[in-house]
């Protein structure tokens, strides 16, 4: 009986495939399984055919339905593993298989592929003009060291050709990427001995065989990271019906050589923009951590409790049920933890009240002490300025400095603000509460001066953070080698926070990487959304500089968004249930389906109109579940940390997004006005790239002044 393996290319091609399609995958590989080797090859239902002037014999095509093949590696060495690698309609997919060729790494021994034609094709432009280049980028590196690293001829020549970094991301597609791991490695300067222990050993078995062997068993069997093998009915049945699963923790090679490298010499930064797989690379550096040592701890955490939750369901996944590995692993927020360290260490139980709240006693504060301030810019004063540096009395706040603050302070009116501040904290102390923030403030002082509770210290979604909360982290694990690793992306901050890392102890120079391309989004989709951002500069994450989207970009393609504007809310709302509909008549399953809004206000019509027209609905307030059916409808705060095939991103409406009443006035401070204008542009951005293949912009009466002119 022949026996099917997978490759993660299926995997990020399955997951988009529609309805009709994936059910001919199905009832295919189920009747390919369930036939005798023997009698494959004269099956009529199946149609394994051979592929016309392929580069590469052993491939094969089968039929999944009238217009969609298969695109299947065959054994021509007597064993009985076949290997799916693709599905694609028709001419597609004979275009594929003839271009590809797939072959054994001679360092790690892995199945590895590549686009063999467009690589001869390609070469020869950049050797004609690699004579007239100054330097090449590979010509430190002999041929004898980069053949040891598992470089083969063909990829040899076009390395040859190269002259620089952006160079090679133009074969990045083409090459095979173990090979391209190590090209990209040496490109960063890291030396052979440094390539073979990070790339070459981490990837290559501990029982590989001595010397490369061609047997696709045995080379399936040496990449099972990135290769499943199914053993039975059953296990493919399960496979085929959760694969979003399969892949969600893979990870790619410009991910790998971040989150697998032996050992840092201290924190660690990884950037990069939605979809370019940040958390993935987070959680498999917690998997490669917990592999080096029997009993070290590691705090991983993030912003907010759906994104804790998220984070907790992927490592499991990625861990395998691994009980004695999770336990090692604390999966948290920052708040919580801090919470927790004031609970256990003070036998105290904070109760930190929120946004509206503080707001509230701010204006209290004014009122009672006749201050000339707003309740805004005191609130913004305090978690900025106070809270942000730390500062505990009167002479502290009189030196401290000010910046990004655009209303000016004298010594007069900053004992005002300071009176005002001394009165917020006793209006808290009286009441017995406090803030989320210094709550944090607290458990940094209670950490500061014990042995550090963790190993390690991971940070997902690290742009969002406070300060204070920055302090808890340092505080919660020892300086050192791998002791904090950082992912973030600056242009999805979508709360107000102000941090410069290094001035916290955590300095990343020399340690810091920038993932470019997107896995999850196609390229149009992208587009799109980047231009929102265009017109703004956007602080890097570590407060020094600027970040930029140049290079920011998705090997994936697909249809352009739709931006669409409509007289009144009433009638948006019916065009969302029409295009929603449609999307469902498509193939879509209603929870590969996302709607967003700014408010929840919004959101109450939308929800109504759905299940008036019988659509079934979910509406997202914490951790999202793919095992419910329904719609996904969230707030655009709501949306951060989740994905859809679809979204609809509703009444994107001047006065809307961005709100009018969170932009403080120009007249009143002119630099918090642009970090609240910038802040609602950074929200809009992570709702329009929560879409993997369609996303549909809408709005009633005026659109809002950050959609492209082209809208």
Known sequence: MPRLAFTQGFWDGYETLEKPVRAGV?????????????????????????????????????????????????????????????????????????????????????????????????????????????????????????????????????????????????????????????????????GPEEVYRDVVAVRRPVDAPAEPVEDLATVIANTSARIRLVTGPQELEAILEKPFEAWRVFLHPSQRRVAYRTSYGGPVQVTGGPGTGKTVAALHRVKHLLGRSADGRILLTTYTNALAAGLREMLGLLLDGDEESLARVDVTTVDAYANGVVRAKSKATPKPIGDREQWQLWEKVIKQLALPFTARFLAQEYRHVVLGQNLRDLDAYLGASRRGRGTGLGPTRRRQVWSGVERFEEFLRDRGETTHLRVCMRAAELLTGEPAPYTHVIVDEAQDLHPAQWRVLRAAVSPGADDLFVTGDPHQRIYDSRVSLGSLGITTAGRSFRLRINYRSTEEILAWSARLLAPVTVDTLEGEGT?????????????????????????????????????????????????????????????????????????????????VDGVRVATMHAMKGLEFRAVSVLGVNEGTVPFTREITPREADPLQHDSDLLRERCLLFVACTRAREALSVTWSSAPSPFLPPAA
């Not at 004979?94 to 690589?119: C, G, I």
């Not at 001869?120 to 330097?135: I, Q």
Request: hydrophobic share 40%; aromatic share 6%; proline share 4%.
């Open 547 to 627: 970040d930029s989207l140049t290079g920011y970009r998705s090997l994936l393609h697909g249809r352009r968004p739709q931006a669409q504007g409509y007289s009144s809310r009433a009638e948006e709302a019916e065009g969302l249930v029409e295009r929603v509909r449609e999307l469902l008549a498509g193939g879509l399953a209603p929870n590969e389906i996302g709607v967003c809004a700014r408010f929840n206000l919004s959101l109450d019509t939308v929800e109504e109109k759905l299940k008036a027209a019988g659509i079934p609905v979910l509406r997202v307030k914490g951790q999202d579940t793919q095992r």
């Open 26 to 190: 199905r009832k295919a590989m189920v009747k390919f399984q369930a036939m005798s080797a023997a009698g494959l090859n004269a099956d009529k239902g199946l149609h394994l055919e051979s592929v016309a002037n392929a580069r590469d014999p052993r491939m094969r095509t089968i039929r999944i339905t009238d217009f969609w093949r298969g695109v299947v590696l065959a054994p021509d060495d007597g064993s009985d593993v076949f290997l799916l690698v693709n599905v694609l309609p028709h001419d597609d997919a004979y275009t594929w298989a003839a271009k590809r060729l797939y072959s054994a790494n001679t360092a790690t021994r892995a199945l590895e592929v590549r686009d063999a034609v467009a690589l001869d094709e390609l070469t020869p432009l950049y050797e004609t003009a690699a004579r007239e280049a100054p330097r090449l980028l590979f010509a430190g590196v002999s041929d004898g060291t980069l053949r040891e690293l598992g470089i083969d001829d063909q990829v040899l020549r076009a390395a040859r050709s190269l002259a620089d970094k952006a160079q090679l991301d133009a074969f990045s597609t083409l090459l095979p990427e173990d090979q391209l791991e190590v090209l990209q490695y040496l490109a960063e300067g890291f």
